[in-house]
């Protein structure tokens, strides 16, 4: 079996050896760049039979999908992305959160192995509706990994893989093993769902990042792992860490972020990024069964020939 490059945490700051010529050349010229978004409908059965790390409050249905429309609509009118809507599945609680299934980087895609039996049929519907965008899909079909999307930060330098209650070590494996030109390190999750529950990228080499431990803990890991020094922008909420940038025609840089009404100390955080398109999202009730921004679209940057 080909050894995949993948650094564990490190006893000191020069931790590889497998530094690959994209990681010494710099940041990817096309981070953040976008032209599609995959999403899905959120079934009826989210509210009694989606995963959640703990009990609380019961979600508010329509006012999920009001919230979902929103950002939908944001994807899609203010931003001018092509999105590609599933159906919701209500034998599937959580397909929603379709970041989890598939991992596009480049001309790749991963279709991952989910950490929960109960979510793993959520990837072929992504399978079928990946095909017409021409990527090479690969497939985690080794039955020892697991892998959510949720626990991978892309930086457009390297990946960093949290290894949490849903993805393992042989994921990590075969993610580093799928996507050769870049450095793939591993960081455990200690306290959350998933790595990008406290964590995500706000910009070129800007990490966000909560203030709570395990958030701390995760990125000082991810700062000893990388040859690159990424600068951080901490906010007070955990939830709120979890934004997505991008970098499009005629915008530059956009950051859909937490809205004010639910997070507000975090927001004013997010007001300091001068030139960039800020985008609030309510996200209220995807949050009650763990989902966050990232997880409820797949962003893919295609040309696609005529
Ligand atoms: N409810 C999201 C997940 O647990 O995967």
Same mark, same amino acid.
């Given at each position: 079996?080909?050894?995949?490059?993948?650094?564990?945490i490190?006893?000191t +700051?020069?931790?590889?050896?497998g530094?690959?010529?994209?990681?010494?050349?710099?940041?990817?010229?096309?981070?953040?760049?976008?032209?599609?978004?995959v999403?899905?409908?959120?079934?009826?059965?989210?509210?009694? @039979?989606a995963?959640?790390?703990?009990s @609380?409050?019961e979600?508010?249905?329509?006012?999920?999908?009001?919230?979902h429309d929103?950002?939908?609509?944001?994807l899609?009118?203010?931003?001018?992305?092509? $999105?590609?809507?599933?159906?919701?599945?209500?034998?599937?609680?959580?397909?929603?959160?379709?970041?989890d299934?598939?991992?596009?980087?480049?001309?790749?895609?991963l /279709?991952?192995?989910?950490?929960a039996?109960?979510?793993?049929?959520?990837?072929?519907?992504?399978?079928?509706a990946l095909k017409?965008?021409?990527?090479n899909i690969?497939?985690?079909?080794?039955? %020892?990994?697991?892998l959510?999307? @949720?626990?991978?930060?892309?930086?457009?330098r390297?990946?960093?893989?949290?290894l949490?209650?849903?993805?393992n070590?042989?994921g990590?494996?075969i993610?580093?093993?799928?996507?050769?030109d870049?450095?793939?390190?591993?960081v455990? $999750?200690?306290?959350?769902?998933?790595?990008?529950?406290?964590?995500?990228?706000a910009?070129?080499?800007? !990490? $966000?990042? %909560?203030?709570s431990?395990?958030?701390?803990?995760?990125?000082k !890991?991810?700062?000893?792992?990388?040859?690159?020094?990424?600068?951080?922008?901490t906010?007070?909420?955990?939830?709120?860490? +979890?934004?997505i940038?991008?970098?499009?025609?005629?915008?530059?840089h956009v950051?859909?972020?937490?809205?004010?009404?639910?997070?507000?100390?975090?927001?004013? $955080?997010?007001?300091?990024?001068?030139?960039?398109?800020l /985008?609030?999202? %309510? +996200?209220?009730?995807?949050?009650k069964?763990d989902?966050a921004?990232?997880?409820?679209?797949?962003l893919i +940057?295609?040309?696609?020939?005529?």
């Amino acid at each position: 079996m080909h050894a995949p490059k993948i650094s564990a945490i490190p006893s000191t +700051n020069k931790n590889r050896a497998g530094v690959t010529k994209l990681n010494m050349a710099g940041l990817s010229a096309s981070f953040g760049k976008f032209t599609h978004a995959v999403v899905r409908a959120i079934p009826a059965s989210l509210v009694q @039979g989606a995963l959640r790390m703990s009990s @609380g409050a019961e979600v508010d249905l329509t006012h999920a999908r009001r919230e979902h429309d929103q950002y939908v609509a944001t994807l899609r009118h203010t931003l001018g992305l092509q $999105v590609i809507e599933l159906p919701a599945d209500e034998s599937l609680p959580d397909c929603v959160f379709v970041e989890d299934v598939v991992l596009v980087c480049g001309d790749t895609a991963l /279709i991952t192995r989910p950490g929960a039996a109960s979510r793993r049929k959520e990837t072929e519907a992504m399978k079928e509706a990946l095909k017409d965008l021409e990527l090479n899909i690969e497939e985690m079909d080794d039955d %020892s990994a697991t892998l959510d999307g @949720g626990d991978v930060l892309f930086t457009g330098r390297e990946f960093f893989v949290g290894l949490s209650k849903r993805t393992n070590q042989r994921g990590a494996e075969i993610l580093a093993d799928t996507f050769k030109d870049y450095t793939v390190s591993t960081v455990p $999750v200690l306290g959350g769902l998933h790595l990008k529950s406290f964590c995500s990228m706000a910009g070129p080499d800007l !990490i $966000v990042v %909560s203030s709570s431990e395990p958030a701390q803990k995760a990125l000082k !890991i991810m700062q000893q792992m990388s040859d690159h020094g990424y600068e951080s922008l901490t906010v007070p909420d955990d939830a709120a860490a +979890n934004c997505i940038y991008m970098n499009l025609p005629d915008k530059g840089h956009v950051l859909l972020h937490c809205a004010p009404e639910e997070y507000p100390e975090s927001a004013k $955080v997010f007001e300091q990024l001068k030139d960039y398109m800020l /985008i609030p999202i %309510s +996200n209220s009730e995807k949050t009650k069964v763990d989902g966050a921004l990232t997880c409820c679209s797949v962003l893919i +940057n295609r040309k696609l020939k005529n």
